[in-house]
T-cell receptor
Framework: NAGVTQTPKFQVLKTGQSMTLQCAQD?????MYWYRQDPGMGLRLIYY???????DKGEVPNGYNVSRLNKREFSLRLESAAPSQTSVYFC????????????FGQGTRLTVV | EDQVTQSPEALRLQEGESSSLNCSYT??????LFWYRQDPGKGPEFLFT???AGEEKEKERLKATLTKKESFLHITAPKPEDSATYLC???????????FGKGTRLHILP
């Protein structure tokens, strides 16, 4: 099983450029998440999707949009990248049920110059 | 607003020197508290879920405990391979959000 797959692994953008980070899971999970991780800041929730067709804001949604394309895929879009969005982005998924754990991808390291 | 505070930020121990990491939380209706381990350059890896005060879970040299206000991750006789960042997270009953603390960077010296 591949688990949670994120693409790309690395990306450099110029300020103002747009891009989409892709995430796909093959575990038939309902819930999916996008986090960003900055030095000393832990993981901060950007957006999440409790099921196909629904998305909700997390702690730091400004500057981002998401699409839950189907049950497998959850994408994160930066419409106009800013240096403050330089970070490592993690996607996660979890199945329904009490206290089920989230499984994480390997991350996308994004640098905005 | 749900909050998770972890302490200390960083901890250096000698191999075999036991210690505890703390996770204090504020959440309206705790559904579950999670502990993860994260190695450099990798995504977090699940360790434990706790969901009621008094609960304890163990895995090798790690034991997690939960009270109504905090959780502890006890590390007994650690080895250098236990060096990692340990993350605590909570979920409330009301929604599907999982909120993380900033983590504790643990370094075990041989």
């Amino acid at each position: 099983n591949a688990g949670v797959t994120q693409t790309p692994k690395f990306q450099v953008l110029k300020t103002g450029q747009s891009m989409t980070l892709q995430c796909a899971q093959d575990m038939n999970h309902n819930s999916m998440y996008w986090y960003r991780q900055d030095p000393g800041m832990g993981l901060r929730l950007i957006y999440y999707s409790a099921s196909e067709g629904t998305t909700d804001k997390g702690e730091v949604p400004n500057g981002y949009n998401v699409s839950r394309l189907n049950k497998r895929e959850f994408s994160l879009r930066l419409e106009s990248a800013a240096p403050s969005q330089t970070s490592v982005y993690f996607c996660a998924s979890r199945k329904d049920g009490w206290n089920t754990e989230a499984f994480f991808g390997q991350g996308t390291r994004l640098t905005v110059v | 607003e749900d909050q998770v505070t972890q302490s200390p930020e960083a901890l250096r121990l000698q191999e075999g020197e036991s210690s505890s990491l703390n996770c204090s939380y504020t959440v309206s209706g705790l559904r579950g508290l999670f502990w993860y381990r994260q190695d450099p350059g990798k995504g977090p890896e699940f360790l434990f879920t706790l969901y009621s005060a008094g609960e304890e879970k163990e895995k090798e040299r790690l034991k997690a405990t939960l009270t109504k206000k905090e959780s502890f991750l006890h590390i007994t006789a650690p080895k250098p391979e236990d060096s990692a960042t340990y993350l605590c997270a909570v979920q409330a009953f009301r929604d599907d959000k999982i909120i993380f603390g900033k983590g504790t960077r643990l370094h075990i010296l041989p």
